[in-house]
C-alpha cells in the first residue's frame, strides 16, 4: 500500500523532534488517538511521537474497514506495521493500551526489527477464564456482553464505560468513554468487540524478543491483576510495574503515574 493511503486510512499524525527515537501510540477498544493527549505530549521533547485510529475509530478511513482483514487482531497488527514502514521509522518505542497491547505483541513477534521497546498498559492475552488461567470473565459472561452489544450498543456503551474507567469520583472521565464510544460505528464497534473478547493470544506471548514493560492497575474490572502478572512471567525480556490506579485507562485517569513509569522504564 501507498505510505500516503497508509498514513490516511489511520489517521496518523506526527509530532515531537524529527530527530528523536520514535513512540508510536496505539488507543485500546472504542476509543481513538485523542485518548493519549495526557501522556503522549510529555514525550514531545525526547521522541518523535506518532498516534494514529485504528480502521473504523475516531477520523480513520471507514471505507478502508474489511471484516475479513480486522477479524482477527493479526489485521490490525498488519496495519501497525504498514504505519511503521510508511513513515520509515527506525524500530519504534510502541505504546497499547489494552487491546492494542496484544496488538502490539503480534505486530512485534511477526517484525521483531521494528520494535525496540514495548509499553502494555492493560494488556490481557485472553478475557475468559480457562483452566488454571484467571482472565478476568466467565464465557457466559462474555456471551452476555457481546449480545447486549447487538441489542443495544448505546445503552450499553452508557452502562459499560464507567465501569471501564472505575473512578466513580470522577464522573466526567466515564461520560468521555461513553461518548467515545458512541461515536464509534456500531456495527464495527460489535465487530471488534468479539475480535477484541474472543481472542486468545497467550501463546504469542513467548514469540515476542522485544524488551517489554507491562502496566498494570491495581483494581481493573477488565484485566485483573492476574492477567498482568500471567502476561510478564510468560513474555521474555519483560518487567511489571503497578499503578496505584483502579479503573483501565490509567491514559486518562492517572496520566502522571504512567507517564512516570514510562519514562524510568525508558531512562533504565
Same mark, same amino acid.
Request: charge should be negative; glycine fraction near 8%.
Given at each position: 500500500?501507498?505510505?500516503?493511503?497508509?498514513?490516511?486510512?489511520n489517521n496518523?499524525?506526527?509530532?515531537?523532534?524529527?530527530?528523536?527515537?520514535?513512540m508510536?501510540?496505539?488507543?485500546?477498544?472504542?476509543?481513538?488517538?485523542?485518548m493519549?493527549?495526557?501522556?503522549?505530549?510529555?514525550?514531545?521533547?525526547?521522541?518523535?511521537?506518532?498516534?494514529?485510529?485504528?480502521?473504523?475509530?475516531?477520523?480513520?478511513?471507514?471505507?478502508?474497514?474489511?471484516?475479513?482483514?480486522?477479524?482477527?487482531?493479526?489485521?490490525?497488527?498488519?496495519?501497525?506495521?504498514?504505519?511503521?514502514?510508511?513513515? =520509515? $521509522?527506525?524500530? +519504534?518505542?510502541?505504546?497499547?493500551?489494552? @487491546?492494542?497491547?496484544?496488538?502490539? /505483541?503480534? %505486530?512485534?513477534?511477526?517484525?521483531?526489527?521494528?520494535?525496540e521497546?514495548?509499553?502494555?498498559?492493560?494488556?490481557?492475552?485472553?478475557?475468559?477464564?480457562?483452566?488454571?488461567?484467571?482472565?478476568?470473565?466467565?464465557?457466559?459472561?462474555i456471551d452476555?456482553?457481546?449480545?447486549?452489544?447487538?441489542?443495544?450498543?448505546l445503552?450499553?456503551?452508557?452502562?459499560i464505560?464507567?465501569?471501564?474507567?472505575?473512578?466513580?469520583?470522577?464522573?466526567?472521565?466515564?461520560?468521555?468513554?461513553?461518548g467515545?464510544?458512541?461515536?464509534?460505528?456500531?456495527?464495527?464497534?460489535?465487530?471488534?468487540?468479539r475480535t477484541?473478547?474472543?481472542?486468545d493470544?497467550?501463546? =504469542? $506471548?513467548?514469540? +515476542?524478543?522485544?524488551?517489554?514493560?507491562? @502496566?498494570?492497575?491495581?483494581?481493573? /474490572?477488565? %484485566?485483573?491483576?492476574?492477567?498482568?502478572?500471567?502476561?510478564?512471567?510468560?513474555?521474555?525480556?519483560?518487567?511489571?510495574?503497578?499503578?496505584?490506579?483502579?479503573?483501565?485507562?490509567?491514559?486518562?485517569?492517572?496520566?502522571?503515574?504512567?507517564?512516570?513509569?514510562?519514562?524510568?522504564?525508558?531512562?533504565?
Amino acid at each position: 500500500m501507498c505510505p500516503v493511503d497508509v498514513i490516511l486510512r489511520n489517521n496518523v499524525s506526527v509530532t515531537g523532534r524529527a530527530d528523536a527515537p520514535p513512540m508510536v501510540f496505539a488507543h485500546g477498544f472504542g476509543c481513538d488517538k485523542g485518548m493519549w493527549r495526557y501522556v503522549a505530549p510529555a514525550f514531545e521533547d525526547t521522541h518523535r511521537v506518532v498516534l494514529f485510529d485504528h480502521v473504523g475509530a475516531g477520523a480513520s478511513d471507514l471505507s478502508a474497514y474489511d471484516p475479513a482483514r480486522y477479524g482477527r487482531l493479526q489485521g490490525y497488527a498488519q496495519d501497525l506495521v504498514e504505519i511503521v514502514e510508511a513513515l =520509515d $521509522l527506525p524500530p +519504534v518505542v510502541f505504546v497499547g493500551h489494552s @487491546v492494542s497491547a496484544m496488538i502490539g /505483541v503480534l %505486530a512485534a513477534a511477526d517484525r521483531p526489527d521494528l520494535f525496540e521497546r514495548l509499553v502494555l498498559v492493560g494488556p490481557s492475552p485472553r478475557y475468559i477464564d480457562d483452566e488454571g488461567y484467571r482472565g478476568g470473565f466467565g464465557q457466559d459472561e462474555i456471551d452476555e456482553l457481546l449480545e447486549t452489544m447487538d441489542g443495544n450498543y448505546l445503552g450499553w456503551s452508557q452502562h459499560i464505560a464507567p465501569v471501564i474507567m472505575g473512578v466513580q469520583d470522577r464522573p466526567e472521565l466515564g461520560e468521555e468513554l461513553s461518548g467515545s464510544f458512541c461515536r464509534t460505528d456500531p456495527t464495527i464497534a460489535r465487530r471488534f468487540a468479539r475480535t477484541t473478547f474472543l481472542s486468545d493470544n497467550r501463546a =504469542d $506471548l513467548a514469540r +515476542v524478543t522485544t524488551p517489554s514493560l507491562v @502496566v498494570q492497575c491495581r483494581d481493573d /474490572v477488565i %484485566a485483573p491483576v492476574e492477567v498482568g502478572q500471567y502476561v510478564q512471567a510468560h513474555l521474555p525480556d519483560s518487567e511489571l510495574v503497578m499503578l496505584d490506579v483502579t479503573g483501565h485507562c490509567p491514559n486518562l485517569s492517572a496520566p502522571d503515574q504512567l507517564t512516570a513509569a514510562m519514562t524510568a522504564y525508558l531512562a533504565a
